[in-house]
């Protein structure tokens, strides 16, 4: 039995929908379809969730709101029509919408969580019309039916562990299951939706319910490509990545797949395949515990920008019990996470995305690092773009290091930073936001050898 997970591109126009029924109705394997709200149909366009929330929050100022409430509508009108449904479909969704947006706003956190999934919700169901149209025998399911419970954390859920139980008797239902991604419900029975793109979360979290034999994840690409096809020009493509090179690779940047999905499939031992909704013949890269490493030592580089890191020098701070356990206090007080902690014997560095501190946290942090620790300097460096080479043949491979850092020396970049996960399996560098891409394209060129470059 499989999951299948469409994302929103995969569902923007009623082509691409035709495109999901067919790739539905040729497998019997595939019960249980994840749906996204429809997404971009050309790379101006806009996707329905950030017209809902844009809707939402001009329902919270009291401001009108009918023109996007006519553009989102027209959004699922477009595809019944393309496919020649009946309009009662349309009605539905209309009446759900505006019933949500003349609702409860005592808790406008809540009603933009509400306002958001819907996209989702009402895709789900129009998905679900159009497969028993075909006539393919099909039921929506709501997320609160099948007791998908999450944490209480807008736009941040995390799955609570007794889901997994209830998601098993979805297995029980005849036909074809179409489910909304993004979201679930806590356990107050409100909506609380996943971090963006969670779709692929939903769908990791009911391949590990129903113990699926695989989960697939159709997109528009052919395949995860060795690096970001929007910085370096038909890279080349990945057939075989461990869960743990997907994570390192998506955590940092390669957000064809979201890397809080990788848990649930990881945890059931179950392979994730990323496959193109265009051409689902093509083989698209599989997701699993091991591979055989054919390739290089690295298999691909990826990267993310907008970190800053907070530099702590102190003479003899090797010699003084609990130096590190009171920096991460300092953070945590502040509510600050982390991502990696390169260190020296007298200095320390902490490297954090820069959203989560403002000039003021900024300033309040570095006051109490100096006041508490007695610390020597205190330097808060921006903008910062972090790079990580993923490759479990890193490993086993002497020199990795030295062609990556000649490679960026040969391209005039200066590294800001680097450290090696103790894994082994990855390799970060900092840079200057400003050279990360061509930082990203010098190392594709030395890990992938002649490309051209965008
Ligand atoms: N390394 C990569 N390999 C493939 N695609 C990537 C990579 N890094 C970024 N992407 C981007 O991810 C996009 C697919 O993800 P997304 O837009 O979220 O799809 P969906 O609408 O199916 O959820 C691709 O079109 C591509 O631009
Ligand atoms: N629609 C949601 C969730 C999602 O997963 O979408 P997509 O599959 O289009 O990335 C978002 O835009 O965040």
Redesign the pocket.
Known sequence: MKVVKF????LASGAQVEKVFHIVASDPERKIVVV?AP?KRYSDDIKVTDLLISCAEHYLNGEDASELVETIIGRYKSIADELNLSNNIIEKITDDLLSLLNGDKDNPASFIEAVKASGEDNNAKLIAAVFNHKGLETHYVSPKEAGLLVSNEPGNAQVLPESYERLYELKKQSGIIVFPGFFGYNTEGDVVTFSR?GSDITGSILANGIKADLYENF???DA??A????IVKNPKEIRELTYREMRELSYC????FHDEALIPAFRAGIPVNVKNTNNPEAPGTLIMSARENINGPVV?IASDDKFCSIYVGKYMMNKEIGFGRKILLILEEFGLSFEHIPSGIDDITIIVRQNQMDEEIEKSIVKRIIDDLDADEVRVEHDLALIMLVGEGMRQKVGTAARASNALAAANINIEMINQGSSETSMMFGVKDAVEKKAVQALYEEFFAEVKVR
């Not at 994302?7 to 995969?10: D, I």
């Not at 940047?253 to 064809?256: E, L, R, T």
């Open positions: 994302g929103g591109s995969s996204s997404g793109s997109t528009d690409v995860v490509y690096v970001n096809p929007n940047g390669f957000s064809v691909g």
